[in-house]
């Protein structure tokens, strides 16, 4: 991090649901299945339904452990999300020029857009009720609503350029 605040990151770890863990265990457990009765009583049907079992195993797999990754260089925030820590995928870039307010995710000053339409992205860690709570909000060009849990020095980083959007309560 440079002392200017014009380059921060900071590392999410997103918490997999119980369903997605469930499901991926129970298509191992069929992948195995499904193999082993292929030699003995199924053949070449068992083989498809284990390779079918697999993927789906390897997929939610990646599913299953998630990271979120928050940068913020001039001007910009960029999301990436990273899965199983292999994969990365860009979920978003947002200008801050663009951005209408950044906020604790209870503040007040979200007051006024709780009740508008507006897509909704989370890309926090989503624990339930951990306190405080870490996770900020900001609306991005009055079309959409994002959830992230960024740290102390991205926030300050991000108020640093906008101080009249960004509030810290």
């Known amino acids: 991090m440079a002392s200017d605040?014009?380059?921060v990151e900071c590392l999410v770890e997103s918490k997999a649901s119980p369903m997605v863990k469930f499901l991926s265990y129970l298509s191992l457990i069929?992948?195995?299945i499904?193999?082993?009765s292929s030699l003995f009583l199924l053949g070449i049907v068992g083989l498809i339904l284990c390779a079918g079992a697999g993927a789906l195993y390897y997929f939610l797999s990646l599913n299953a452990n998630i990271e979120f990754e928050y940068q913020y260089c001039e001007r910009e925030i960029t999301i990436d999300k990273i899965l199983n820590k292999s994969k990365r995928k860009n979920v978003g870039k947002f200008e801050v020029d663009k951005l209408e307010i950044l906020a604790p995710s209870r503040s007040y000053h979200l007051d006024e857009y709780k009740n508008k339409t507006l897509k909704t992205a989370d890309y926090s860690s989503r624990v339930k009720d951990p306190q405080p709570d870490p996770t900020y909000t900001f609306i991005y060009?009055?079309?959409e609503?994002?959830?992230f849990e960024p740290s102390p020095e991205f926030v300050a980083a991000v108020k640093s350029v906008a101080p009249r959007k960004v509030f810290t309560d």
Do not use: E, P, T
């Open 5 to 7: 605040n014009s380059y």
């Open 30 to 32: 069929l992948a195995i």
């Open 34 to 36: 499904f193999f082993l």
């Open 141 to 143: 060009d009055g079309k």
């Open 145 to 147: 609503r994002v959830v």
